[in-house]
């Protein structure tokens, strides 16, 4: 089985949500990353066929799906970003409504939705109104609802999305057990999430897919390009200014462990210098180390978190030269 | 399928607000019609005001009194007895001449008080009628009905559509349109039978009220799409296998079951309170009984059941257009109004006398739903060489729109795009 992401593009108006965007799946778990607005929902409403495609296709096997119509969404799980409920529906109600309009048969709907809810938790709140549930048991019996149909393509956006670390770890077993022989793909912003299950990471950035490999390969691309400083604490907020940092750990001393990415040290050291004078920057301690997904994320991205902090001030200056402040 | 219908219905009366507006109108159907039956007044022959049940009796009583075939040979005499009756000892000539308050105290004064109301027989009132003038009882109508008059007394009735056409002041009726009604009042069965038929006449007056569940129905299929769409479920349902097929279909056929099903019940009650406390006799009694000058050749069953059809093609009509501007909107408020607007707001804009708008108006959900409107007013459509008349435009109108609009609700579903 194949799925194939063809020069697929969608416009808003004059805004490009997915941008000439190509990829092959084969059967194994992808984990989708990117930014807020990067095109992840709109990519997946469109292979979810949902959301008609400005131009490009999708094929199953060759086929272009439109022509497969309803025989390809019958092989289709998904389960949506902010994603609504019917509050009068119990679990059940919503399981069996559901498996209908997946063309189940009634009794192998009825067995297939004890299971699932058994699976996800929520066998004992089956015969509650959905209105009562809490967002991580809604969150479940999206998730089950979407593996109803056994689907050969399970399409999940962000999936884990309000879910407490246990349940995350659940879902994420979850997933491993469901994926095979399926293709799975599956945004989030949590990027441990797909650290571990994913077979391979594609990253998106402004409608087009800037990264794709197994986590491996990929995070092997900013090898030697993250450290860790032991700073004070004002060195610390100056590395978070300047540079892109990651984790900031404060020990007791008021001195700090940052992590960051760069691609060189001499940008860092540069930065530590402009916070201090020259002295003391020159002398924190850098060392490299071995690099992660999240690293990686944190490096693709950098320009854009760079971006939006350049907004702002340019925006103000505008304001400023309208005259709306009082000098 | 069937499933899928049954969930369907569950959504749409699963929602508090339709659940709500559909036991109240229920609960407001039963009130307006038991007030129906208990606000019921009539004078009995002796002068007294009855109400309610006994009112119904009394009006019943006295009509089944003097219910018959009226052969012209029974109408010459029953109009010279009643002449002989009142004139015997008041003069004819000074009759014609007094005002409505003078010839009533002249009455009383002359056969006691009681007599005016004895006099003013439903009977009488019904066959005086092609000589009536405003305002007048029937004791002053006779004194101007002549032996000659009463011998073409289906002349005259048929002059009564003439009439009509000819007082008309905003419509100048063409040849073709006279033609029309002139064929179609020919049509009507001579000799007429008088009775009673007041369970079917009740049912001819109170289904305008059906217009409650009309909404009440709009109210409920309002977010049978449009709901979908603003829930944020629309991306699942279409994803799905049916998503895009047989979901449509199960919502549309949810919709119209429902519908039907609801209006059946708004019917049933109007026409079991009728049909109950009125009686259900006199259903083949031709409608002329309501309105002499009714040109239509219909019996009183006949034209209740006309009524109920009109207002369920309307129902249904309505219920497209919900259904085609929720498949169509992401805003149920937006639907609403729209409807509101179409059912009640078309009610109240005065036509200002002016014919087009009134024969537009007409067509409404609050414009066509009266006895008068649909079967006497003359109200027709030329439309090139034929005419047609209102029944057969209203029904035509609200089956097209049902025809044309539910299945292109079906498609703009199918065609959402979820973003
Ligand atoms: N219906 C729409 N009309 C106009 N623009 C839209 C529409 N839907 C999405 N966009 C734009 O397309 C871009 C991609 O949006 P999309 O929702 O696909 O991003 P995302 O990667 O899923 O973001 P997030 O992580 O916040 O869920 C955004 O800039 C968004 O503003
Ligand atoms: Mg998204």
């Known amino acids: 089985m194949e799925l194939v992401i063809d020069r697929l593009t969608k416009h808003f108006g004059p805004k490009i949500a997915v941008d000439r965007l190509s990829y092959a799946f ?47 969404r019958a092989r289709l799980g998904y389960l949506p970003q902010d994603f609504g409920y019917y509050p009068d529906f119990s679990a059940r109600d919503f399981m069996e409504y559901l498996a209908a309009l997946k063309g189940l048969p009634r009794d192998d709907a009825r067995r297939r939705s004890g299971e699932l809810l058994e699976l996800v938790g929520l066998a004992g709140e089956k015969r509650a109104k959905i209105r009562t549930f809490s967002g991580g048991m809604k969150q479940r019996l999206g998730i089950a609802q979407a593996v109803l149909n056994d689907p050969a393509i399970l399409v999940l956006d962000e999936p884990t999305a309000g879910l407490d670390p246990k349940e995350r770890v659940r879902f994420r077993n979850l997933i491993a057990r469901l994926a095979q022989d399926k293709i799975v793909l599956l945004s989030t912003h949590i990027v441990s999430d797909v650290a571990y299950i994913a077979d391979e990471i594609l990253m998106m950035r402004a409608g087009s897919l800037v990264l794709a490999g197994t986590p491996d390969e990929i995070t092997s691309a900013v090898a030697g390009k993250v450290w860790e400083a032991q700073v004070d604490a004002r060195t610390a907020d100056a590395l978070s200014a300047a540079l892109t940092v990651g984790n900031v750990r404060y020990a007791e001393d008021e001195r ?25 920057g020159g002398q924190a301690a850098f060392s490299p180390v071995t690099p992660t997904l999240e690293d990686l994320y944190l490096y693709t991205f950098r320009d854009e978190a760079a971006r939006g902090a350049a907004q702002p001030p340019a925006a103000g200056k505008r304001t400023r030269r309208g005259g709306h402040f009082k000098r | 399928m069937l499933t899928l219908i049954r969930f369907e219905m569950k959504k749409m009366l699963g929602r508090r607000v339709a659940l709500a507006v559909n036991l109240g109108v229920i609960v ?31 009006t019943r009583q006295r009509r089944e009194a003097k219910a018959g075939v009226l052969t012209v040979e029974k109408i010459t005499a029953d109009i010279a007895a009643y002449q002989e009756r009142v004139f015997s000892q008041i003069d004819r000539a000074q009759m014609a001449e007094l005002t409505d308050g003078a010839a009533y105290d002249l009455v009383a004064a002359t056969y006691g008080p009681k007599a005016p109301y004895e006099l003013c027989d439903p009977y009488y009132t019904f066959l005086f009628r092609p000589w009536h003038l405003s305002g007048e009882a029937p004791y002053q109508t006779a004194a101007r009905i002549t032996a000659e008059d009463a011998a073409a007394y289906y002349d005259a009735v048929a002059n009564l559509t003439q009439a009509t056409m000819d007082q008309s002041l905003t419509w100048a009726y063409t040849p073709t349109e006279r033609a029309f009604w002139t064929d179609l009042q020919g049509q009507v069965a001579e000799p007429l039978a008088y009775g009673y038929a007041g369970g079917w006449d009740n049912i001819v007056n109170c289904f305008a009220f059906l217009v409650f569940p009309l909404l009440a129905i709009c109210v409920t299929l309002t ?53 109950f406390f009125y009686g259900a006799g006199g ?40 259904l085609l501007m929720s498949a169509r909107t992401r805003s149920t408020l937006t639907v609403l109004v729209a409807d509101v607007a179409i059912v009640f707001i078309t009610g109240l804009i005065p036509s200002g006398g002016n014919a087009v708008i009134a024969h537009i108006l007409s067509l409404f959900p609050l414009g066509f739903p009266a006895f008068s ?22 029904a035509l109108v609200y089956a097209l729109l049902a025809a044309v609009c539910t299945p292109l609700a079906a498609r703009s579903f199918r065609r959402h795009q979820v973003a």
């Open chain 2, 283 to 322: 259903a083949d009694l031709p409608i002329q009984n309501y309105d002499l000058s009714s040109p239509y050749p219909l019996t009183c069953g006949l034209a209740a059941l006309i009524c109920l059809g009109l207002m369920y093609l309307a129902t249904l009509g309505v219920a497209g257009l919900t």
């Open chain 2, 223 to 275: 977010p049978v799409f449009a709901g979908e769409y603003q829930d944020g479920t629309d991306a699942v349902l279409l994803s799905c296998r049916w998503g895009r097929g047989r979901l449509a279909a199960a919502k549309i056929l949810a919709a119209l079951a429902y519908a039907t099903a609801y209006y059946v019940a708004g019917a049933a009650i109007i026409c079991g309170f009728s049909l």
């Open chain 2, 373 to 394: 409107t649909l079967f006497s007013s003359l109200t027709d459509y030329p439309l090139g060489p034929a005419v047609l008349d209102l029944i057969t435009v209203v």
């Open chain 1, 26 to 72: 084969s059967p194994g778990v992808y984990g989708l990353l990117g930014a807020n607005g990067a095109g992840k929902t709109t990519l997946m409403r469109m292979v979810c066929d949902v959301l008609r495609p400005t131009s490009g296709e999708i094929r199953l096997d060759g086929t272009p799906v439109r022509a497969l119509g309803e025989r390809y």
């Open chain 1, 256 to 280: 700090a462990v940052v992590r960051f990415v760069a691609d060189s040290l001499d940008e860092a050291r540069a930065a530590a210098a402009q916070a201090h004078g020259a002295a003391d």
């Open chain 2, 28 to 58: 407001m159907l039963l009130g307006i019609m038991a007030l129906n039956v208990l606000q019921t007044n009539a004078n009995n022959a002796a002068g007294d005001l009855l109400s309610g049940t006994e009112a119904i009796a009394s």
